[in-house]
């Protein structure tokens, strides 16, 4: 399998056709992940970018860099652009789109307009959110909390509303897309039980965007309405409920965290696999353990609730239902740790990503267990500590996973290698910034330092110092790859089909692949993970 | 033991320890599962490193090892509920001779006033020892009432009333922080809550300018309001007689029962037409929008006044059993 590229330019889906118009008006699933991927990348350095300015911001405790509004609105636009327009289209829009057809065997996605649809759909939302931040912004934080969005703002809550409304059904057309070509598309032969672990994840990730994003999208019409024509939903001067609110914004947020988090469980089963060169460790139970996940998500929003005025028996239910969906997020950690016993590992970029993902992953959990806990939430909740518990999970977990991800996937998706060298330098960055930006918070939210405040006391100066502090290592690490990936498309060393040798139907078709994917339709006639007929690369590909 | 190290909050009030106790038990489960999982990805990393000629085991899985590592889990997480859920309840179920507080939220402040009739803003001052139930509400936004070193925190809404409570335990000086974001100066609607000796509380109260007490001011408020024309106490009038009424079931016209507590005054004063008792016309004027949170709060420490707190452990559904907290 592993055949020395051709050297020559062989036809593949980059430079089968010429000219801005065979983008923008392209169906293969391959293009619009790249159009995804231009996209999203602008979005997160301008989520990065507010990012930064808060953390210079809390480098002194009084509010002196910017103005106590724009701090507001700081937070609330890093959030809003970091969740809707980076996070949940990252993994599904880029790698799912680019993968899901090719790890299943098909030409295509089930429906190639709709998917072009769906990017045209989030580069309008995208757009109405720039001009949303260029025009004023908006304060309400990511979380349009009723009755401020509705009666006090007086920042753009419409249109960052409607940006957002727009946005998600962006995002429930990729998982229209995803769950129709899973069950309709597989190749002859790729039966369920030999589906890759990513294709179970994302499966997962698509029932949710299904199911969950119109709720969210009904809510935030109901912000607009009642924030445009008076209607009384939320406010309670006008006979609303404000809790109301919160039950629906959380019964999508809730569940939107493990779309987050499932495509980077996704990832990782599959770089694991590859760089320990052994079939994960309790196949059927990591592939159900997603579906556990969807499903027990959504039973669950009511634990950011806690201390929002539910009765002390909603809390209890909510409390003990939060448990449940703990366990197979366990489940996967002990199988991937298992997958190393007795394998054969290689330290590679991906699988750097993939040792910081579980470890970061691990103590995202671990502190979810607080959060879940009654009478410990009472007093970490809307501090740094409930900040520095979902930056783990969505930037340690989500984020390493896509960057590994990224990583792994990239000699396929541009035919070249990306220096190895540079790519295990700027994952340490990423680890070590991480940690040493969000660590602290985790201890400032303990000494009771609430969230979203612009000025705060001064006794928490060291710790949000030494997160400032970490925040600008962070940013290297992530600058870091940008810029050798763009290097790599012109000088990167010419990929091979299968640098790796890994395992999936992907790496058994020309790097880039061809615009349909196969030469010739392929019959799956192996296990999934068959690593023990597959030669290991003699040399992973490392520039030493 | 932590009350000296920095990076630990102070402790001042019954129940903070036990949030601690629970806490540094959940941060050495943690420290144990991290560092045994992370140990092992060290090992195994170290010890299966790829190496010529060595070849991985392909190993499918153990049925046996992945119901134990989801029971265990299950179980522990199964002591961290209850545990949790314990401290909860003892948050939630203030103790019925608690001192009450009234405080209003609104942007950018606190408005505390006592049942001495002092006020306050941005400030509470409160006895050692003593049981306080804070009973709240907001006038514009959701804010949220939240002082670490007690441990306690509860979102303030408007349009309702929520309740908190607390004993302090030590004097001194702790922050009082809005921890539910609330709009420009969320940052800065921070007072503090001043604990002191009972003897010293005593003095500060008594040297407080004050109008009377709060049910005083609610009684002349019923009077100025005309509330007292329909709601006599000597004879039925057109309205309810007021005498008992809280903390015991009202039967309502629509055939619902409910348990008269703050929440159900106050909704009953401002729009009477949704909590019609059984038995009377639905001719009360509505007050939405004509009583401020400060008048409406007099008026439901007033109409609270009118019932005599239940002698003993008898009847009451709405009030709560005394706290377990041993008396420090």
């Known amino acids: 399998m592993a055949t020395v590229a051709v050297t020559a330019e062989r036809e593949n889906y980059l430079n089968q056709e010429y000219g801005i118009r065979s983008w923008l008006l392209t169906t293969d699933h391959k293009r619009i992940a790249l159009l995804y991927l231009i996209s999203i990348t602008f979005f997160f350095f301008v989520g990065g970018f507010f990012a930064l300015l808060i953390r210079l911001e809390l480098l002194t405790p009084a509010g002196d860099l910017v103005q106590a509004d724009t701090y507001n609105k700081l937070f609330s636009m890093h959030g809003q652009v970091m969740i809707f327009f980076f996070l949940i289209p990252s993994i599904p829009a880029v790698l799912g789109n680019f993968l899901v057809p090719l790890m299943v065997g098909a030409k295509d996605l089930a429906f190639p307009r709709i998917n072009l649809l769906s990017w045209y759909l989030y580069m309008i939302a995208g757009t109405i959110y720039l001009h949303c931040i260029v025009t004023g912004g908006v304060d309400t934080g990511w979380t ?401 | 033991m932590f009350d000296n190290f920095p990076l630990w909050p102070v402790r001042a009030a019954a129940g903070a320890g036990n949030v601690d106790a629970l806490y540094i038990f959940l941060l050495t489960l943690s420290a144990f599962m991290c560092l045994a999982i992370f140990t092992m990805i060290l090992v195994f990393a170290t010890k299966y490193r790829r190496r010529p000629g060595v070849e991985a085991e392909q190993i499918e899985g153990s049925s046996a090892l992945e119901i134990t590592w989801s029971i265990v889990p299950m179980g522990i997480f199964m002591v961290i509920f209850l545990w949790g859920a314990a401290i909860y309840f003892q948050e939630r179920t203030p103790p019925r001779d608690a001192t009450e507080v009234y405080v209003v939220a609104k942007q950018w402040m606190w408005k505390l006033q006592h049942q001495e009739g002092l006020r306050e803003i941005n400030e509470l001052h409160v006895p050692v020892g003593r049981d306080v139930k804070l009973i709240m509400t907001s006038q514009d936004v959701i804010h949220s009432f939240y002082v670490p070193a007690f441990r306690i925190k509860q979102d303030v809404l408007p349009g309702r009333y929520t309740t908190a409570w607390f004993r302090a335990t030590k004097p001194g000086v702790y922050h009082l922080f809005c921890s539910q974001y609330c709009g420009t100066m969320h940052s800065g609607m921070i007072g503090q809550v001043t604990v002191m000796e009972p003897a010293q509380y005593e003095a500060w109260l008594s040297g407080g300018i004050t109008t009377g007490s709060l049910a005083a001011s609610g009684d002349s408020l019923f009077q100025q309001l005309g509330c007292s024309t329909c709601h006599r106490f000597d004879i039925q009038g057109r309205g309810p007689n007021l005498v008992g009424l809280f903390g015991h079931p009202v039967h309502l016209e629509d055939g619902r029962t409910v348990i008269a507590d703050e929440n159900y005054i106050r909704q009953c004063i401002l729009s009477p037409h949704t909590n019609i008792p059984s038995g009377f016309k639905p001719i009360m004027p509505v007050f939405q929008g004509l009583v401020s949170e400060e008048q409406l709060t007099a008026l439901v420490a007033y109409i609270k006044s009118l019932s005599p707190p239940p002698v003993g452990g008898q009847s009451g559904i709405s009030v709560a059993p005394k706290p377990q907290y041993p008396k420090e």
């Open chain 1, 144 to 544: 349009f909390y009723t009755p401020f969005s509705t009666a006090f703002s007086n920042t753009k809550v419409i249109e960052a509303g409607i940006s957002i409304f727009i946005a998600g059904f962006s995002s429930i057309l990729t998982g229209l897309n995803f769950v129709v070509t899973i069950h309709r598309m597989r190749a002859p032969g790729m039966t369920w039980s030999r589906l890759p672990l990513f294709i179970w994840a994302m499966y997962a990730t698509s029932i949710i965007q299904l199911l969950g994003t119109p709720v969210l999208a009904i809510t935030l019409l109901l912000v607009v309405f009642e924030r445009a024509f008076n209607l009384g939903i939320f406010d309670p001067t006008r006979g609303g409920d404000p809790l109301l609110f919160q039950h629906l914004f959380w019964f999508y947020s809730h569940p939107a965290v493990y779309i987050m988090i499932l495509p980077a469980m996704a990832v990782e089963s599959e770089v694991v696999a590859c760089f320990t060169r052994k079939r994960i460790f309790g196949y059927n139970f990591v592939a159900m353990s997603s579906i556990a996940i969807a499903v027990f998500g959504f039973l669950v929003w009511a634990h950011h609730m806690f201390v929002a005025g539910i009765s002390l028996y909603a809390a209890l239910i909510f409390s003990i239902l939060s448990y449940l969906v703990a366990v197979p997020s366990a489940i996967k950690v002990f199988n991937w740790t298992a997958t190393m016993y007795k394998g054969s590992i290689s330290f590679t970029t991906p699988m750097l990503y993939a040792f910081g993902f579980i470890g970061l992953f691990t103590m995202g959990g671990l502190t979810g267990l607080f959060l879940a806990c009654l009478g410990v939430d009472v007093h970490v909740h809307d501090t740094y500590f409930v900040i520095a518990h979902f930056h783990y999970i969505m930037v340690g977990g989500a984020v390493m996973g896509y960057l590994g991800g990224l990583h792994f996937w990239w000699p396929k998706i541009s035919g070249r290698m990306y220096p190895e060298g540079w790519g295990r330098l700027a994952a340490l960055l990423v680890f070590a910034g991480f940690n040493l930006t969000f660590f602290p918070q985790f201890i400032l939210g303990y000494m009771g330092m609430p969230r979203r405040y612009w000025q705060y006391p001064p006794e928490f100066q060291v710790l949000n110092v030494l997160s400032t502090a970490g925040s600008t290592i962070l940013a290297i690490g992530y600058v870091l790859p940008m810029v050798y990936f763009l290097w790599s498309m012109r000088y990167g060393k010419i990929a091979s089909d299968n640098p790796w040798g890994a395992a999936g139907l992907e790496w058994k078709t020309s790097s880039p692949p061809p615009t349909f994917n196969f030469e010739e339709e392929p019959e799956v006639t192996w296990e999934a993970y068959n690593y023990e007929q597959i030669p290991a690369p003699a040399e992973v590909n490392v520039e030493r």
